[in-house]
């Protein structure tokens, strides 16, 4: 739990609020795009990139653990 609350601190605001809004908030790329004003490719983009961004952290972390 320390170690994702952490990967989601070093996120940008911009990739954070679109993770946490699909995963927590089980909001849709379409839902996430109108709250937010943004275009559905930048909702899949910021996405993608939180998500591999966290992938890579918590690997780091469990291998030197």
Do not use: W
């Amino acid at each position: 739990a320390e170690g994702l609350r952490i990967a989601l601190s070093e996120l940008s605001d911009h990739d954070r609020t679109v993770l946490l809004m699909f995963y927590f908030e089980d909001a849709s790329y379409k839902q996430i795009a109108e709250e937010l004003d943004l275009k559905l490719g930048t909702v899949m983009s910021r996405l993608s990139r939180a998500k591999d961004h966290l992938r890579q952290r918590l690997v780091n972390r469990a291998e030197f653990q």
